[in-house]
């Protein structure tokens, strides 16, 4: 199974940004989608953005206009950066992969605080 490991996590100030990275430990079969989801306390895991590897995109509403996802197949990794972050955007943010065979990975998660 293909190993997720997320980087990029920490605490910001509301209006701050911050940008993740997602690596995994060997390719994926193709075509496959990468993505974030985030799951904030007492609430379900919810989408955030997902990428294919032909480089189309996907944005759950409440993230338009402030995130951007992007990847580098020949590094098998994906990027979220994150822009004008609100507190509500607090959460453990979550890596996940999906093969063109149905074989789904998930990352350990890396928190992620807008406070001041």
Same mark, same amino acid.
């Given at each position: ?43 379900? =895991? ?19 206009? =402030?995130?951007?996802?992007? =990847? ?45």
């Amino acid at each position: 199974q293909v190993q997720l490991v997320e980087s990029g996590g920490g605490l910001v100030q509301p209006g701050g940004s911050l940008r993740l990275s997602c690596a995994a430990s060997e390719s994926l079969s193709t075509p496959n989608t990468m993505g974030w989801y985030r799951q904030a306390p007492g609430k379900q =895991r919810e989408l955030v953005a997902t990428i294919t590897s032909g480089g189309f995109t996907n944005y759950a509403d409440y993230v338009k206009g =402030r995130f951007t996802i992007s =990847r580098d197949n020949a590094k098998n990794t994906v990027y979220l950066q994150m822009n004008s972050l609100k507190p509500e955007d607090t959460a453990v943010y979550y890596c996940n992969a999906a093969g063109y065979f149905g074989e789904i990975s998930w990352g350990q998660g890396t928190q992620v605080t807008v406070s001041s």
